[in-house]
């Protein structure tokens, strides 16, 4: 499928799922990925986001709908849409008893490469997410973090156009955490579309230029991170004080309280901005040694939307 822009990587139309049970997990959910997107697809426990990865990589029947892949018809081109996709699923789902390296061999054979250069590919990602050391070692004897890694390298071995990472960061530690976020972007810059479900919305906001936010299996917002950021209501800031206060200074025009003795927490609406509250705090005495924010800008957004307070108009 191509438009003024390019490919679309990905385009959903449409696409619903309902279960045996009656529940309805995706209820007609449209949306398109475009080729070198870095696409973003948030939600609550229960939206619906697990399900579209399960559909889109053909491992959960989909009710209705259809799914094109780089312009493959998944109804029609299966083989040819799946060759395009690399996923790292929520769930770590590697064979614990198997050495890392034979992981990532045995991979790209599913794919059709040969053994040879499926050898070549197994260095080249491990290394790349610095397991080469743990290459003779099976799967079991790795960390929580280094099964990530590993889950990440299998999935790159066939070199897909389009990345899945459901959750691919959850129980990580910080600095493989930051390890992955650096080569996720080295992977985007150099052409891979990626699309991440993740519950750490900081990692959305720093990493994505697109986002699709879903709710009880219905997309309710779908636009650029930029664009989505801009419909913030309100942000709530932390501001770091010279000396100890015994009580929230009176800040007109806005929500302030004390959450320690040197910590003011405020409310700031979009039409106030930070500045005012600043001069109103120097003309009462108050020296601002520094300033963050509560929650990620995202978190606040994603708060608004679910509860429905930005309106139909969203």
């Known amino acids: 499928m191509q438009n003024a822009f390019g490919m679309h990587a990905l385009s959903i139309k449409n696409l619903s799922k309902k279960y045996k049970s009656g529940v309805e997990a995706l209820k007609s959910v449209s949306f398109d990925v475009q080729q070198g997107d870095f696409f973003a697809l948030l939600g609550p426990n229960g939206a619906g986001k697990t399900t579209a990865i399960g559909i889109i990589t053909s491992l959960v029947n989909k009710s209705s709908g259809s799914i094109e892949v780089f312009g493959h018809d998944m109804d029609k081109e299966l083989a040819e849409a799946k060759s395009c996709i690399g996923v790292v699923p929520q769930e770590v789902n590697l064979n614990l008893f198997d050495f890392n390296f034979n992981i990532l061999v045995n991979q790209a054979g599913f794919y059709g490469i040969p053994r040879s250069e499926g050898k070549k590919r197994a260095e080249q990602y491990l290394k790349k997410m610095q397991l080469w050391e743990k290459r003779k070692t099976d799967a079991r004897s790795l960390s929580g973090g280094m099964k990530r890694r590993l889950m990440v390298a299998r999935a790159l071995v066939n070199r897909p156009k389009l990345l899945l990472l459901d959750e691919p960061t959850a129980g990580v530690d910080i600095e493989t955490r930051r390890m992955m ?103 009462s005495g108050v020296k601002v040694l520094s300033m963050r924010n509560k929650n990620s800008r995202l978190e606040e957004l994603f708060l608004d939307l679910t509860k429905g307070q930005l309106g139909d108009d969203s």
């Not at 976020?181 to 150099?190: A, E, G, M």
């Not at 800040?251 to 910590?263: C, T, V």
């Open 181 to 283: 976020w650096d080569f996720l972007r080295d992977l985007n810059n150099k052409g891979t579309t990626i699309i991440l479900t993740t519950h750490y919305l900081e990692e959305a906001e720093q990493l994505c230029n697109k986002v699709a936010i879903i709710d009880e299996g219905k997309i309710i917002e779908n636009d650029s991170m930029q664009n989505v950021l801009k419909k913030l209501k309100t942000e709530v800031f932390i501001l770091n004080t010279e000396k100890p206060l015994d009580e929230a200074p009176n800040i007109k025009g806005y929500l302030a309280s004390l959450r320690s003795p040197q910590e003011i927490e405020i409310t700031v609406s979009q039409e106030q901005g930070v500045n005012d509250a600043f001069s109103s705090l120097q003309e």
